[in-house]
């Protein structure tokens, strides 16, 4: 009760409003989303205008980044559990402004790719801050209900994302992508400066010393369903960069859909979007659990049945966007979840905790991604046999962090209880 209740007290004393709250926080994890998504429609270009030859190899365009992105997440969490939160952010967000500007002038592929392993680092800091300052304000199902609200806003990006990439190339070469993921940068820095307020409480700052980092590491390491979340949503995370990876290529050269590609990607984002907005609606009642546990069989009953298709037919492309929103449905309902299930433990480390569990999601989730995307042999099937496999490595996690024993809750639902009221209050005190 102690805990929920001071949970709603951090809550009630944000200076902003609730909503702008979470709009900020999505635009700063959005950051991340727009430098991958945005890229899409001009791989081909950038392929052709810096010499790569395989096309596969365009895809370390975004390989490089989310790897920069994994890394990076290592290095803020330990700095902004000593320095709070406002600091590390600005110095993430310069180094992501200048690195994108760098790479719209970037001579070769070479150098592209390392300026963009440079942005990731510096989009690190955005992912780290916006789930540590969730996790300092909120717990519990509130923490998962507020994730999935950031997410949904968050996945308004893929949707207009490559649309903005197609439309930039209509009047400009593809080194003006980069220079919009600048100004897009610049406008949210200057958002951050002017409104986020500093959630990391001064007794729980951590000295900045070898052996305080290495005693956060293995505090996190060693918390099983902590450690056991991460990894169930490092593989689910996998099968989304698996797809953005090879997307473009499914799209244009398997379906020749051409320009209409931003608005089919864009139609399955919004799929994706709304599935987070359903969680953040049923999480409240149903739980984090039972609802991302169940959610999380339907996501492999789905894929496995996408396999077993792709084997047996040369899938048309309706029927192929079909199974594809079908397992977005249900993926709302686990990254955020997930998440929150993960970082639930581990409240005095929040910066620490999200470096871990981001560094695992991207480095290693884009690692594993980058695998199926390479496997591309100019089917469906790879990506597919890609999403069935990492759904049962993640249900393999759930079942060492429950002890085999799935769709038990261990939080009560929001309702009429004496520390829900305490935290009901909270919440409209932030709104």
Request: glycine share 8%; hydrophobic share 55%; proline share 4%.
């Given at each position: 009760?102690?805990?929920q209740?001071?949970?709603?007290?951090?809550?009630?004393?944000?200076?902003?409003?609730?909503?702008?709250?979470?709009?900020?926080?999505?635009?700063?994890?959005?950051?991340?989303?727009?430098?991958?998504?945005?890229?899409?429609?001009?791989?081909?270009?950038?392929?052709?205008?810096?010499?790569?030859?395989?096309?596969?190899?365009r895809?370390?365009?975004?390989?490089?980044?989310?790897?920069?992105?994994?890394?990076?997440?290592?290095?803020f969490?330990?700095?902004?559990?000593?320095?709070?939160r406002?600091?590390?952010?600005?110095?993430?967000?310069?180094?992501?402004?200048?690195?994108?500007?760098?790479?719209?002038?970037a001579?070769?592929?070479?150098?592209?790719?390392?300026?963009?392993?440079?942005?990731?680092?510096?989009?690190?800091?955005?992912?780290?801050?916006?789930?540590?300052?969730?996790?300092?304000?909120?717990?519990?199902?509130?923490?998962?209900?507020?994730?999935s609200?950031?997410?949904?806003?968050?996945?308004?990006?893929?949707?207009?994302?490559?649309g903005?990439?197609?439309?930039?190339?209509?009047?400009?070469?593809?080194?003006?992508?980069?220079?919009?993921?600048?100004?897009?940068?610049?406008?949210?820095?200057?958002?951050?400066?002017?409104?986020?307020?500093?959630?990391?409480?001064?007794?729980?700052?951590r000295?900045?010393?070898?052996?305080?980092?290495?005693?956060?590491?293995?505090?996190?390491?060693?918390?099983?369903l902590?450690?056991?979340?991460?990894?169930?949503?490092?593989f689910?995370?996998?099968?989304?960069?698996?797809?953005?990876?090879?997307?473009?290529?499914?799209?244009?050269?398997?379906?020749?859909?051409?320009?209409?590609?931003?608005?089919?990607?864009?139609?399955?984002?919004?799929?994706?979007?709304?599935?987070?907005?359903?969680?953040?609606?049923?999480?409240?009642q149903?739980?984090?659990?039972?609802?991302?546990?169940?959610?999380?069989?339907?996501?492999?009953?789905?894929?496995l049945?996408?396999?077993?298709?792709?084997?047996?037919?040369?899938?048309?492309?309706?029927?192929?966007?079909?199974?594809?929103?079908?397992?977005?449905?249900?993926?709302?309902?686990?990254?955020?979840?997930?998440?929150?299930?993960?970082?639930?433990?581990?409240?005095?480390?929040?910066?620490?905790?999200?470096?871990?569990l981001?560094?695992?999601?991207?480095f290693?989730?884009?690692?594993?991604?980058?695998?199926?995307?390479?496997?591309?042999?100019?089917?469906?099937?790879?990506l597919?046999?890609?999403?069935?496999?990492?759904?049962?490595?993640?249900?393999?996690?759930?079942?060492?962090?429950?002890?085999?024993?799935?769709f038990?809750?261990?939080?009560p639902?929001?309702?009429?209880?004496?520390?829900?009221?305490?935290?009901?209050?909270?919440?409209?005190?932030?709104?």
């Amino acid at each position: 009760m102690d805990k929920q209740i001071e949970a709603s007290q951090r809550a009630s004393s944000l200076p902003i409003p609730r909503w702008e709250f979470i709009a900020l926080c999505a635009a700063l994890m959005a950051l991340n989303s727009l430098a991958i998504d945005i890229m899409l429609p001009a791989l081909q270009q950038i392929g052709a205008s810096l010499g790569v030859e395989s096309e596969n190899h365009r895809q370390y365009v975004i390989t490089a980044y989310m790897l920069g992105f994994g890394g990076g997440q290592l290095l803020f969490g330990p700095i902004s559990d000593r320095f709070g939160r406002r600091a590390p952010l600005v110095l993430g967000l310069v180094v992501y402004v200048v690195a994108a500007a760098a790479a719209a002038i970037a001579p070769s592929f070479t150098l592209l790719l390392t300026w963009r392993l440079i942005q990731g680092i510096g989009a690190a800091a955005t992912r780290v801050i916006a789930v540590s300052i969730v996790r300092d304000t909120f717990e519990g199902r509130r923490m998962a209900e507020v994730m999935s609200l950031i997410f949904m806003v968050f996945m308004a990006i893929p949707v207009i994302a490559p649309g903005i990439g197609q439309f930039v190339m209509l009047f400009a070469s593809w080194h003006w992508i980069f220079v919009t993921m600048a100004i897009g940068a610049l406008i949210v820095s200057t958002w951050a400066l002017l409104r986020l307020p500093e959630t990391l409480h001064p007794e729980y700052r951590r000295p900045l010393t070898v052996s305080s980092v290495v005693s956060g590491f293995r505090i996190v390491l060693t918390n099983r369903l902590t450690l056991c979340y991460a990894f169930a949503s490092t593989f689910i995370f996998a099968a989304m960069f698996g797809f953005i990876s090879s997307a473009q290529q499914i799209y244009i050269d398997v379906f020749h859909v051409g320009e209409l590609f931003p608005l089919i990607f864009a139609g399955v984002a919004g799929v994706l979007a709304f599935s987070n907005y359903l969680n953040s609606r049923l999480v409240g009642q149903i739980g984090m659990r039972r609802l991302s546990q169940g959610a999380l069989l339907i996501f492999l009953c789905i894929s496995l049945a996408w396999l077993v298709v792709s084997l047996e037919i040369q899938m048309p492309l309706w029927l192929f966007v079909a199974f594809f929103a079908g397992a977005m449905l249900p993926f709302g309902g686990l990254g955020a979840n997930f998440n929150a299930l993960a970082m639930e433990p581990l409240g005095e480390l929040a910066g620490t905790a999200a470096s871990i569990l981001g560094f695992m999601q991207t480095f290693l989730g884009a690692l594993i991604g980058a695998a199926i995307g390479q496997a591309y042999n100019g089917t469906v099937t790879p990506l597919a046999a890609g999403f069935c496999s990492v759904s049962v490595a993640a249900l393999l996690m759930i079942l060492i962090a429950e002890r085999g024993r799935m769709f038990q809750p261990h939080n009560p639902p929001v309702s009429g209880h004496v520390t829900d009221l305490h935290e009901n209050k909270g919440l409209k005190r932030v709104a």
